[in-house]
């Protein structure tokens, strides 16, 4: 199943990763473990950040968990933390999103002092809970999977239609709406094509 846990900023100094906001959707986990597994994914978060270069992407896997990192060359960071099944490439283009409109509503002035609960940045929650299913928050993904189904329907169809052979060429023989020569035609072509097999 796919799914995403956490959404978080920070803020990477050259001697620490300081968090500006976060986000968690721990339902999937049972009321009394939910503190200790957002600890976790905080400290895991802030521990990628730390040790992830300025200007770069990653993905690491931790057990159960993909953590998705990306530390812009300010010095700001995302992280995503996912299932396995969930998209990279959709992971990024979120954490993207996500620090293109925090630069946009949060001065640069205040990242590198300012306390979590000091930032007024309340999409986050929202984010989370859209880019759940990835396809629909993802117009490429969605576009790709479009491409996919039609692939599968102009592969079915072609096959149907190899399948039906025989049939063909009985169709062509007894029809009386072709001329002798579109006849010698498809006799030819066929005759040319036997050393190409589609099945």
Same mark, same amino acid.
């Given at each position: 199943?796919?799914?995403? *846990?956490?959404?978080? &900023?920070?803020?990477?100094?050259?001697?620490? %990763?300081?968090?500006?906001?976060?986000?968690?959707?721990?339902?999937?986990?049972?009321? *009394?473990?939910?503190?200790?597994? #957002?600890?976790?994914? +905080?400290?895991?978060?802030?521990?990628?950040? #730390?040790?992830?270069?300025?200007?770069?992407?990653?993905?690491?896997?931790?057990? %159960?968990?993909?953590? /998705?990192?990306?530390?812009?060359?300010?010095? =700001?960071?995302?992280?995503?933390?996912?299932?396995? #099944?969930?998209?990279?490439?959709?992971? /990024?283009?979120?954490?993207?999103?996500?620090?293109? #409109?925090?630069?946009?509503? !949060?001065?640069?002035?205040?990242?590198?002092?300012?306390?979590?609960? @000091?930032?007024?940045?309340?999409?986050?929650?929202?984010? =989370?809970?859209?880019?759940?299913?990835?396809?629909? %928050?993802?117009?490429?993904?969605?576009?790709?999977?479009?491409?996919?189904?039609?692939? !599968?329907? =102009?592969?079915? +169809? &072609?096959?149907?239609? =190899?399948?039906?052979?025989?049939?063909?060429?009985?169709?062509? &023989?007894? @029809?009386?709406?072709?001329? !002798?020569?579109?006849?010698?035609?498809?006799?030819? %072509?066929?005759?040319?094509? @036997?050393?190409?097999? *589609?099945?």
């Amino acid at each position: 199943m796919v799914k995403l *846990f956490a959404l978080s &900023i920070f803020y990477k100094s050259p001697t620490e %990763a300081r968090l500006l906001k976060s986000t968690y959707d721990l339902q999937s986990f049972s009321f *009394f473990q939910r503190s200790t597994v #957002e600890e976790f994914m +905080t400290f895991a978060s802030k521990t990628i950040v #730390e040790r992830t270069q300025l200007a770069m992407r990653q993905s690491v896997k931790q057990e %159960a968990y993909m953590c /998705h990192v990306y530390v812009r060359s300010d010095n =700001l960071a995302g992280v995503i933390i996912a299932d396995h #099944e969930y998209p990279q490439r959709v992971a /990024h283009t979120l954490i993207t999103k996500i620090l293109d #409109e925090f630069t946009a509503k !949060i001065s640069s002035d205040v990242w590198e002092t300012a306390a979590e609960n @000091s930032i007024d940045f309340p999409v986050l929650p929202a984010y =989370l809970a859209r880019y759940q299913d990835p396809k629909e %928050a993802d117009a490429l993904t969605k576009m790709q999977n479009d491409l996919d189904e039609t692939k !599968i329907i =102009l592969k079915n +169809t &072609i096959e149907a239609v =190899l399948e039906r052979g025989e049939k063909l060429d009985d169709m062509v &023989i007894k @029809s009386e709406n072709l001329s !002798i020569q579109s006849k010698a035609f498809y006799k030819t %072509a066929k005759k040319t094509n @036997s050393c190409c097999s *589609f099945s």
